[in-house]
């Protein structure tokens, strides 16, 4: 039940050479939003580790609980009420992210007036400037999706505990409640990949943005985890979801 929201961007480290005279060009307005947008995502990001490690302590709870046996019912309502508190901490760092999403998007949408200012000798500048709106649009309603999604999941999670701290509790009640989790949680799988593909377009239409824009810009890779590549990162989500996906009422 370990999910990363990844976003990957681009780290770059920007050159800007022979500005106009006369201000900045149309060109260059829309990067200094698009890289303002970048910095705003900061917070989003910084959720990322903490978020993962939140769920790896619930989902370790949560096997002891089900390791237990009835005469342990004590221990059991213990358990059930710490994996409950790690799951509110989970929504709260939820909603950083969203802040930080939302921020970043309303600093992305000041380019929309600006995309008509770009001269009609650049047609190609302007045209990727356009898809790149598209894109970033997309991309916000997929997170949109994800953050209802995921938010959908950890409240389920939530009933849950609250299930197992009753001792009357039925195996089917248990059985049935497991498979909305585990439903849940497919819901999410779907919606991360969903976003990690439109970051990943959104990131390459904005390189030929600026190429095409004539902007001199030097692209720096990040490593790490969470500054490494969407694919790279989509691929170890998976090899987590294959094994950490699905609740089972072992008991």
Do not use: W
């Amino acid at each position: 039940m370990q999910f990363r929201k990844i976003f990957a961007p681009i780290a770059i480290l920007f050159v800007l050479l022979a500005a106009c005279s006369d201000g900045p060009s149309a060109e260059e307005q829309i990067y200094e939003h698009l890289e303002k947008a970048v910095t705003l995502e900061d917070a989003f990001r910084e959720q990322q580790q903490p978020i993962v490690e939140l769920e790896q302590k619930e989902q370790e709870l949560y096997n002891e609980i089900i390791n237990l046996s009835m005469e342990e019912f004590d221990k059991i309502q213990e358990l059930s009420k710490e994996a409950s508190t790690l799951a509110d901490q989970r929504l709260e760092k939820l909603e950083l992210e969203k802040e930080s999403i939302d921020a970043a998007k309303e600093e992305f949408d000041k380019i929309d007036e600006l995309i008509e200012d770009i001269d009609e000798e650049k047609a190609d500048a302007k045209e990727k400037a356009k898809a790149l709106d598209e894109k970033m649009q997309q991309r916000y309603d997929a997170y949109q999706n994800l953050y209802d999604v995921y938010k959908e999941a950890v409240a389920y999670d939530k009933e849950l505990y609250e299930m197992l701290q009753n001792e009357e509790l039925k195996e089917e009640e248990l059985r049935e409640q497991i498979d909305k989790v585990n439903e849940s949680y497919k819901k999410v799988i779907e919606a991360n990949q969903s976003f990690n593909t439109l970051t990943e377009e959104y990131n390459t239409l904005k390189k030929e943005f600026y190429e095409a824009a004539g902007l001199d810009v030097e692209y720096e890779e990040q490593e790490g985890k969470e500054n490494g590549s969407a694919e790279e990162n989509q691929d170890n989500q998976e090899d987590q979801d294959s094994n950490d996906t699905e609740k089972d009422t072992e008991e």
